[in-house]
């Protein structure tokens, strides 16, 4: 029985310009219905995020959407899912998702996405949650960002166990063994670190 009862995935409300990425997301939602894991996400039935919802959705899978009122009409609140929760602003979508989900996965979007990823991933850092965050590279669309991270490692502004918090894979069964084996890191050690650089 696997600890994670829900994944929360982020992802474009667009399909991108590769078939690729609608594939992987429909594939996703179904893996996971099928790994008996329910998908949390954000509540639209166009772009990748409805592909991730027809996945799941094909498979009797449970799938619950967090979408904000201003948004049900340019993201089509998808009135299928088992649960749509409309809320007041996306503050309130991004926290509802946090506490309804027991790890997340990002698929290839927009700045939406990152900004729940590197969110969500920094709520981590900080010990505001100890679940898992894991980045589908599908495509390796997600190349350049996570040289990026290297980079922000290297220059001294993301301590090296903070960036190998972020777990990356192209095969989402790689990704969910991975994510069901995470353990957290150690705040107080991180803390004990910072003062003693500070001294």
């Known amino acids: 029985m696997s600890r994670l009862r829900r994944i929360c995935v982020y992802c474009g409300s667009s399909l991108g310009n590769d078939p690729i990425y609608r594939a992987a997301a429909h594939d996703l939602g179904a893996f996971l ?17 409805g592909a991730v919802a027809d996945g799941a959705l094909s498979q009797q899978g449970e799938v619950i959407g967090v979408i904000p009122k201003s948004l049900m009409e340019k993201e089509l609140g998808y ?39 590197f969110e969500t991933l920094t709520w981590l850092q900080l010990s505001f949650h100890d ?15 996570i040289d ?5 490692s290297r220059s ?3 301590k090296s166990e903070h960036a190998a918090c972020l777990l990356v894979e192209s095969d989402p069964a790689a990704l969910l063994a991975r994510m069901e084996a995470f353990q957290p890191p150690d705040l107080g050690k991180w803390i004990e670190k910072l003062a003693a650089e500070a001294r």
Do not use: C, W
């Not at 602003?89 to 729940?116: C, N, Y």
């Not at 679940?131 to 960002?145: E, H, Q, S, T, Y």
């Open 131 to 145: 679940k898992p965050v894991g980045l589908l590279n599908i495509g390796a669309f997600f190349d350049g960002l």
């Open 33 to 49: 219905a099928r790994s008996g894991i329910g998908v949390v996400y954000g509540g639209g039935n166009i772009g990748l995020m």
């Open 148 to 152: 990026f991270i290297g980079h922000m």
């Open 79 to 117: 009135g299928g899912v088992t649960e749509l929760h409309v809320v007041g602003s996306m503050h309130e979508r991004k926290q509802m998702m946090v506490d309804l989900s027991d790890g997340f996965i990002a698929l290839p979007g927009g700045f939406g996405t990152l900004d729940e990823l």
């Open 156 to 158: 001294g502004f993301v």
